[in-house]
T-cell receptor, first 114, second 109 residues
Framework: DVKVTQSSRYLVKRTGEKVFLECVQD?????MFWYRQDPGLGLRLIYF???????EKGDIPEGYSVSREKKERFSLILESASTNQTSMYLC?????????????FGQGTRLTVV | GQNIDQPTEMTATEGAIVQINCTYQ??????LFWYQQHAGEAPTFLSY??LDGLEEKGRFSSFLSRSKGYSYLLLKELQMKDSASYLC??????????WGAGTKLIIKP
């Protein structure tokens, strides 16, 4: 059974803190993605990675960075958390960039910045 | 710009049929996906269309018209467990997924 696991379901952090969100997939997928999901908006892509040590900016990268040191792990970093980063964060992976490839999602991390 | 439109919320009755529409304007087209997302959970894949026509998968069917930039998801014999949000996503010419905001489907007994 395919699995994408995010390290936390719920997190509460203070403004200015450095926050790490971890994501691990066990499917040997090449591609990994970080999205945020807010009410009334579609999933918005923050960063993605097509290979180890490779990263590309998505639509809303400001205030975030990522790390992919190993194929199975993709970390999202909030350098200095702010209240407008309160959101649901979803990690996803897919095998290739082939158009027929579905993405598999983790269960999400609901982050609250106070 | 790129845009995916779908209704915010729909209500239907258990046992009935409901059609959720999705219209899109994107730079290129490499397929359209439908995902289901129960409250507080991860989205899960439902269907993929890249050619015009209807794809049937059990109680769920998905239709695509590329010339009209239009798709719908058809759910038959609705069950209470079908209460969820349904997300439409289009893969553009760069193989990036563009997501709609989702349609919250409420099923009433």
């Amino acid at each position: 059974d395919v699995k994408v696991t995010q390290s936390s379901r719920y997190l509460v952090k203070r403004t200015g803190e450095k926050v790490f969100l971890e994501c691990v997939q066990d499917m040997d997928h090449e591609n990994m993605f970080w999205y945020r999901q807010d009410p009334g908006l579609g999933l918005r892509l923050i960063y993605f990675s097509y290979d180890v040590k490779m990263k590309e900016k998505g639509d809303i990268p400001e205030g975030y960075s990522v790390s992919r040191e190993k194929k199975e792990r993709f970390s999202l970093i909030l350098e200095s958390a702010s209240t407008n980063q309160t959101s649901m964060y979803l990690c996803a992976s897919s095998p290739t960039t082939d158009s027929q490839t579905e993405a598999f999602f983790g269960q999400g991390t609901r982050l609250t910045v106070v | 710009g790129q845009n995916i439109d779908q209704p915010t919320e729909m209500t239907a009755t258990e046992g009935a049929i409901v059609q959720i529409n999705c219209t899109y304007q994107t730079s290129g087209f490499n397929g359209l996906f439908w995902y289901q997302q129960h409250a507080g959970e991860a989205p899960t894949f439902l269907s993929y269309n890249v050619l015009d026509g209807l794809e049937e998968k059990g109680r769920f069917s998905s239709f695509l018209s590329r010339s009209k930039g239009y798709s719908y998801l058809l759910l038959k014999e609705l069950q209470m467990k079908d209460s969820a949000s349904y997300l439409c996503a289009v893969m553009d010419s760069n193989y990036q997924l563009i997501w709609g905001a989702g349609t919250k489907l409420i099923i009433k007994p």
